[in-house]
């Protein structure tokens, strides 16, 4: 190997590692260490720039599988408990990310509990069952 070769492989090994630092990092989250006060920032980020965006549909996108997730219980448990929820069936992704913001900004003690949790109990507050209503 040539000193330039030599000099070149090293060079190249240096800014390697600065480039990969330099990525955007913030979703690599998994979302079962997500925070309700992580999840409250995702939904409340800036619709102005990419990454903001990129937030927000990945807000919209957990609470509405939270939202799938509790719906499939109800209809495939016959022992249904207080995790029933009666979202209309045309609400979208988007209004149940603003029912969690509302939720989650009047309970901010609790922002350290785990997101999922927290977006149960906004749709549940959100979306009561009327007994007649009842899965």
């Known amino acids: 190997m040539t000193k330039a070769t030599a000099i070149f492989v090293s060079l190249l090994g240096l800014i390697c590692p600065a480039h990969a630092q330099s990525e955007d990092r913030s979703e690599e989250v998994l979302p079962m260490y997500l925070s309700a006060g992580g999840l409250l920032n995702d939904c409340a980020a800036s619709s102005l720039t990419s990454l ?20 499939l219980a109800q209809e495939t448990s016959q022992n249904v408990g207080s995790d029933v929820i009666c979202a209309p069936p045309n609400v979208s992704a988007r209004q149940l990310a603003e ?11 609790r ?25």
């Open 111 to 135: 922002l350290g509990r785990p997101a999922a949790e927290m977006v149960v109990q906004a749709l549940r507050d959100t979306y009561p069952c009327q007994e007649a209503n009842r899965p």
């Open 99 to 109: 029912a969690y913001v509302r939720y989650a900004n009047q309970a901010r003690e």
């Open 52 to 71: 903001g965006r990129e937030r927000r549909r990945f807000c919209a996108g957990f609470i509405s599988g939270v939202e799938e997730s509790m719906r």
